[in-house]
């Protein structure tokens, strides 16, 4: 006896899971687990370098990366603090719009077009099949027995220098 397939609906109305993962917890660690920002170079000695042939002091060095590591931690902080959760809101709003489009405006939209296209190639369709397949086979007929042999001339003096050989 075999078993039938559950016809539970349960199953298949289930919520996907999170991109983060099976918990709630937020990873403090590693805050680019997908490296969407691996192309983002910003330590010093990605940004600045001196070539061999010149060299500012070692103190103004040393003070230059000093100045450029705190300028850029003070500054991601205070932009992280004050402007990171409006853009989050921000971004939370766009992104809810895109979903919202694409479910309920391109996807009917695309399907509707799937639609008409098909409906159309099916005139199509049956247009060459009644007006130009005919027309293809009877010349296919009548070149049928036109046959093309190619052969090699003879290379004399003379040829060689002949673009045009018939």
């Keep these: 006896m075999t078993q039938r397939p559950s016809t539970d609906n349960s199953q298949r109305m289930e919520k996907p899971e999170s991109s983060m993962g099976g918990g ?15 192309h983002l170079q910003v330590m010093w000695d990605d940004v600045i370098g001196e070539p061999d042939g010149i060299r500012s002091p070692e103190c103004a060095w040393r003070l230059s990366g000093h100045c450029f590591r ?15 959760p409006l853009a989050a809101l921000c971004l939370g709003f766009t992104f809810a719009c895109l979903a919202f489009e694409h479910i ?21 369709t049956a247009f060459a099949q009644a007006l130009v397949r005919p027309c293809a086979d009877s010349i296919g007929y009548l070149f049928h027995n036109v046959r093309v042999f190619s052969q090699r001339l003879p290379d004399g003096p003379d040829r060689k220098d002949d673009i045009l050989v018939v």
């Design 24 to 38: 709630s917890v937020v990873d403090l660690e590693d805050r680019d687990p997908n490296n969407l920002n691996q």
């Design 70 to 84: 705190l300028s850029r931690g003070c500054c991601y902080v205070f932009l992280s603090v004050l402007v990171a």
């Design 104 to 124: 309920w405006c391109v996807a009917p939209c695309l399907r509707v077009w799937k639609i008409t296209c098909a409906a159309t190639r099916n005139f199509f």
